[in-house]
């Protein structure tokens, strides 16, 4: 079974540009979860999709966005960038497990935006 | 305020030499918590799950354990290529999908 893939692995941009990021979760999973990873703050929950919508939101400006497929496939969008948007950007798929199963959410490798 | 820390930040063993790392956790009505590896340069690697007081679960050189207020990932005769940065993260009740996440802990084996 193929993992989460997300794309582009690496981005440069330059402050205000925007910038959109792509996820695909694992075959099967229905959510997607997108977090935001920095030296400083470590990883923190931007927000989560399930069945393209939006379910749960963390504490970040309005300049973060996302949206999910019906083939459960996600973006992120992330407009007018400042220099502190720099991170390792995540991305996490799950699904509802069955009685007697674990919640097991699996993470993607990420993609490495600088902005300059 | 829910919150999830991690001790210690960084830890060096000698290959061989067996310690645990903490996380410990304030969190209204815990669903799970969850503990992950990560390598430099790479997403989080689902290690376990823990839902309730007691429960133990194991995978090679680790044991995860879990109490009330705590849970502790035991490495046992650790290699090399256990170094890497553990993390932990709580769902809560009120949380939906959403994770909280610990700061790590960085694990070098030295062989």
């Known amino acids: 079974k193929a993992g989460v893939t997300q794309t582009p692995r690496y981005l440069i941009k330059t402050r205000g540009q925007q910038v959109t990021l792509s996820c695909s979760p694992i075959?099967?999973?229905?959510?997607v979860s997108w977090y935001q990873q920095t030296p400083g703050q470590g990883l923190q929950f931007l927000f989560e999709?399930?069945?393209?919508?939006?379910?749960n939101k963390g504490n970040f400006p309005g300049r973060f966005s996302g949206r999910q497929f019906s083939n459960s496939r996600s973006e992120m969008n992330v407009s007018t960038l400042e220099l502190g948007d720099s991170a390792l950007y995540l991305c996490?798929?799950?699904?509802?497990?069955?009685?007697?199963?674990?919640?097991?959410?699996?993470f993607g490798p990420g993609t490495r935006l600088t902005v300059t | 305020e829910d919150q999830v820390t991690q001790s210690p930040e960084a830890l060096r063993l000698q290959e061989g030499e067996s310690s645990s790392l903490n996380c410990s956790y304030t969190?209204?009505?815990?669903?799970?918590l969850f503990w992950y590896r990560q390598d430099p340069g790479k997403g989080p690697e689902f290690l376990f799950t823990?839902?309730?007081a007691g429960e133990e679960k194991e995978k090679e050189r680790l044991k995860a354990t879990l109490t009330k207020k705590e849970s502790f990932l035991h490495i046992t005769a650790p290699k090399p290529e256990d170094s890497a940065t553990y993390l932990c993260?709580?769902?809560?009740?009120?949380?939906?999908?959403?994770?909280?996440f610990g700061p790590g802990t960085r694990l070098s084996v030295l062989p």
């Open positions: 996490a798929s799950s699904s509802l497990p069955l009685p007697g199963q674990n919640y097991e959410q699996y």
């Open positions: 075959s099967g999973h229905r959510s």
């Open positions: 999709y399930f069945s393209e919508t939006q379910r």
């Open positions: 969190v209204s009505g815990l669903r799970g």
């Open positions: 823990l839902y309730s």
């Open positions: 993260a709580v769902q809560a009740a009120n949380y939906g999908q959403n994770f909280v």
